[in-house]
């Protein structure tokens, strides 16, 4: 999805108050995983981007340089559900920031076909593949454990050549817990980030059978979400007793 001029120089000077603007406020903590760093972000494909907690991880952005945060408000694509849009304030600010954001229904319905139609060679496409957000206890509002829906495979089953990022997140609730009013300021953001080559990686998960293939990445990537984020002890779910 390739934004017009207008909307690609909006969402890159939103994009680039929010880089800088965090900068007196949060600290990140920034472990790779890879031996491919931040020289290789430039062929990213697809951002996976793990343990969503907050609203505020928009703090992400962070992360990029102004180059990438120039090409991010071109081509960026990311599927964010439709309870989430139509908020009046949230809504707004994901739509100034980020124009390739593209609605999707929880419903039975065709938003999720029309998304995966919009993946194509130029796109950088991010997933929070959770699908919802971590709650203080550690699981989702419904008070069931957190796992990776099987949009993501889709995803990856559509991509050729370059790189999946993946942004593991040590969590946000110590600045805001879905509910809070208001962030707490003045903390630090663990984060472990790995760039993994697209084909290599679906080549190591290939099967011929297309169900028994994208199960292979659901699982996969369940695996990262259980062991790769880093251990932030100010996340509440952290010190709940077994």
């Known amino acids: ?18 880089k800088i603007v965090s900068y007196p406020f949060y600290r990140f903590k920034v472990s790779w995983q890879s031996d491919r760093q931040y020289e290789s972000i430039d062929d990213v494909k697809l951002i996976v981007l793990l343990n969503h907690t907050s609203l505020y991880e928009a703090l992400f952005v962070r992360l990029a340089s102004f180059r990438y945060l120039w090409k991010m408000a071109r081509h960026f694509l990311i599927p964010v559900a439709d309870v989430t849009t139509q908020r009046p304030m949230v809504g707004f600010f994901f739509h100034a920031l980020l124009p390739g954001i593209v609605s999707i229904s929880r419903k039975r319905d065709d938003s999720w076909q029309k998304f995966l139609s919009k993946v194509n060679d130029d796109a950088i496409v991010a997933i929070l593949p959770e699908g919802r957000m971590r709650r203080h206890d550690g699981k989702d509002k419904h008070g069931k454990p957190m796992s990776v829906r ?17 942004v593991y997140s040590g969590g946000l609730h110590h600045i805001q817990i879905p509910g809070q009013r208001f962030p707490k300021l003045f903390r630090t953001i663990k984060v472990n980030m790995e760039l993994v080559n697209v084909d290599e990686y679906k080549q190591a998960l290939h099967h011929t059978d297309a169900r028994k293939r994208k199960t292979a990445y659901v699982k996969d990537i369940q695996s990262r979400l259980e062991q790769q984020l880093p251990y932030c002890e100010q996340q509440p779910y952290n010190n709940l007793k077994d």
């Open 1 to 18: 999805m390739r934004a017009n001029r207008f909307s690609q120089v909006f969402s890159f000077t939103v994009m680039s108050l929010v």
């Open 150 to 166: 099987t949009g993501v495979a889709d995803i990856v089953d559509e991509l050729e050549g370059g790189s999946i990022l993946f």
